[in-house]
């Protein structure tokens, strides 16, 4: 068994060293205020923050190294942050230590439009790029949701709605630079589209939650804009129902570019908070991206296979303000399951079967909601297999918090046991480290051996993925 | 500066020891006939062959495992062994040990039709698979030319002519089991489509040549066969017009599913050998998938773009038989190439850029072609910027491989100089590890903390990858 950073190997006096030395160089830019530590270590989650001792603003690679390279000299934990968005804890700072900001390296440095490649900050959020990119006729399509920085996304490998279509972060990052464990700058490869060039360095970085190093420049893969983007929705009698038109849609190969489902009690909760009169029962929603005719064929397509598992009709249109009100129950579903219970908090969940046994996990799921007193929405992208729960509690309801955890830990399971994962797009961090260890099994160790090779002293985000 | 195994480190006593032990378990299935050894190094390229000192023909994964202890606890190389169509002299033991045939692994485990997964041994080659899928509706895109194994396509992280739309096995392996170094037997992943565990050990495994693991089982994406295929061909009057066709092509999101490029050396020999009269320019040669308006809509919007870049026409159809008649000069390209010199040797080289250069990294080489006074072919996987040449000699003609080796060398290095890599689909092997060097700096030091501290006593296929 690998041994891994506890903490007894990080010294209060050695997390005092770096930052007194890291003070002199980087003056206001470091901060030990409490307002500003707390900012950085909120985890927008259940799991309760541990706030890092300093937190210093980087403007380079070059800082970034510094910075690092003091901390592996002092034994000081390190923790990368970018915009804070992650969902399992990934920014806390169990053992203290320095969080390195990264939001003012936020510059787009290269756009290759004969490529459709750019290169990137880490600081740089999905939204920010692809505003920068609105005159270039190109697009970054991964979307998690929140306007995340493209570091973080990149190493907590997120995905979201359209990667059905644009696949996931480790789809779409060509190459990095980071900073290791020790100070060292590397590059994990170059703007060719294809390599085989020794070891997959990138994506090992991409997913390892700043475990490995620091991603301090990324170069991404752009699409062109496309010409046409249709909209729809199709009610359906049941889970099976749907999932069963998603299977059947994969299989003839049609290219949609998203496929979401909401479960009757999101329909209901959409309903209710947004002034909708959506049939309260299970509902796909789809977007096609193509030209004209390519988006028309689709939903051709998807109609007649729609119509096999269900009577309601399939709306679906390229205009886009009607395009916007058809997937306004989708746009909405958070504000709607957050309305459910007024002050109380969602935990967001995350877990990804194959899609011929989603319609099998999701009612199991929703079955355990009912049989464990739960109120939660189901929502999932469901073309690959991903759906997240949002069950809901008052923060003070301690009985209600634990309730949800073990569904948590029944629901980790239960991906695993129908040949899933624990997370598909959230990542480990500190929520799911157990679930880890039960899906992965020996290779486990094989991650950590790299981790203790890459990082003998333990300092990069420690606590976070392994025990 | 990481160490890794040399001749030194393994002793003749250790290999004999193995076999000795090996011998026991194995019987008949261990050979140790120059025959058997001879074939079982057969590099097909212009490295020399070096033999292993036995080759066992493995039937299962607990054999692999067994093998790998015994090698493990007495010190002795070991190889994995699929069809032997690799070209950088993977499968040759420069150290001699023991070479592991995984070609009676050749079962097709499972077929999830709903999930579009296949769970296959890693002597199960391409076309075996694809002929298993045949009543399925289903099919595995990656064609690297060659009849290989999945296992070595997987570990050598092959693509070939369809990886501008399907991608590479980077791509395609949705997760593995490998023994590792130590004879463990671990699963990289599920059959989830998408996750965010831990770190990405599929896609370390993936290109690692069989350095860090043996793989024994793969979990490979499917697709669904398309529901039309289209052909077409177009001549252009310039290795930049047909680029820039090609570059407007891909920026405009069609989805090719081939794009080929021949220089004009190619296509006279494809004249002479096949009996062709085609115009003796650069030509393109296009496949498209998808329905019939869809192939019929890529084709026209391709006829569009080429008409900006040549007077030629692009000539296209969905007639099966016509197809092949138009890619007839693709087909027949390597035996065109090997014609031009009967009785010589081609050196298959591969190099991979961002398509933007790929005009005059292509025109670069031409012209380094006639300086050097080669006599060579370049055909191209234009969409991904990835091209081969094919220089030819005679065996015995020292001074022209001689300057060869040099060509190599030059092609390696301008491709790295236009951010491109040394290979985008061979792998390093033997014969391109200065280049992984040139073109990774430091990463390679990372690269090999992997490999000792999985491998510490350097037995997996060493003398690959690295110095």
């Known amino acids: 068994m690998s041994k891994l950073a506890s903490a007894q190997d ?89 969080c390195i900001d990264t939001s003012e390296m936020n510059n787009v440095l290269n756009v290759n439009t004969e490529d459709l490649d750019a290169v990137v900050q880490p600081g740089v959020t999905r939204e920010a790029l692809n505003e920068y990119l609105r005159d ?19 190493a907590t490998r997120a995905s979201g709605t359209n990667a059905v279509r644009y696949g996931t972060m480790k789809d779409n990052v060509l190459a990095l630079e980071a900073v290791m464990a020790d100070g060292r700058i590397i590059r994990t490869g170059s703007r060719a589209k294809k390599t085989a060039a020794g070891y997959d360095l990138t994506r090992l970085l991409v997913g390892s939650e700043g475990t490995l190093g620091i991603i301090t420049e990324l170069t991404l893969k752009l699409y062109g804009v496309p010409e ?49 009169e959506l049939p309260e029962s299970p509902l796909l929603l789809l977007e096609f991206h193509g030209t004209e005719a390519g988006v028309a064929e689709q939903a051709e397509l998807f109609t007649s296979i729609a119509g096999d598992f269900t009577d309601a ?33 969602g935990v967001s969940t995350d877990v990804c079967v194959p899609i011929s046994r989603l319609a099998e996990c999701v009612n199991e799921t929703h079955q355990d909601i009912q049989d464990a007193g739960l109120l939660s929405t189901i929502v999932g992208h469901v ?85």
């Not at 997390?15 to 007194?20: L, P, R």
């Not at 890291?22 to 901060?31: E, T």
């Not at 270039?136 to 990149?154: K, R, V, Y």
Request: glycine share 10%; charged share 20%.
């Open 10 to 98: 990080f010294s209060k006096q050695g997390v005092a060293d770096a930052i007194a030395v890291l003070k002199q160089q980087f003056g206001d830019r470091l901060s030990e205020s409490e307002a500003v530590r707390s900012h950085h270590s909120h985890t927008t989650t259940r799991i309760p923050q541990q706030l890092p001792d300093a937190v210093i603003f980087a403007s380079s690679t070059q800082d970034i190294s510094d910075i690092v390279s003091a901390c592996h000299k002092y034994g000081c934990p390190v923790i990368a942050f970018g915009i804070g968005s992650s969902l399992e804890g990934h920014v806390n700072a169990p053992f203290g230590g320095i």
């Open 228 to 276: 046409m983007i249709a909209g729809g929705i199709c009610s359906f009698p049941s889970i099976e129902a749907a999932c069963n038109a998603v299977i059947t849609t994969i299989q003839y190969g049609i290219p949609v570019s998203r496929i979401e489902l909401l479960d009757e009690v999101q329909v209901r909760a959409c309903n209710r908070y947004s002034g909708l």
């Open 383 to 467: 073309g690959d297999g991903n759906f997240h729960c949002m069950p809901l509690a008052m923060p003070d309801d301690k009985d209600m918090n634990a309730r949800i955890s073990k569904f948590v830990e029944r629901l980790s399971e239960r991906a695993i046991r129908m040949g899933g994962t624990c997370t598909g797009e959230h990542g480990i961090g500190q929520g799911k480290q157990q679930y880890l260890l039960e899906e992965m099994g020996e290779s486990v160790e094989f991650m950590k051996m790299i981790k203790t090779t890459f990082d003998p002293k333990g300092i990069m985000n420690p606590g976070k993925i392994f025990f």
């Open 313 to 345: 009709e399939f709306v679906w249109t390229t205009d886009a303000a009607e395009r916007k009100k058809l997937w306004k129950a989708r746009h909405d579903a958070y504000f709607a399951t957050m309305n459910l219970m007024p002050g109380g908090s």
């Open 136 to 154: 270039t006729g190109l697009f970054f399509p991964i979307d998690p949701g929140a306007n995340a920085s493209l570091g973080g996304m990149a």
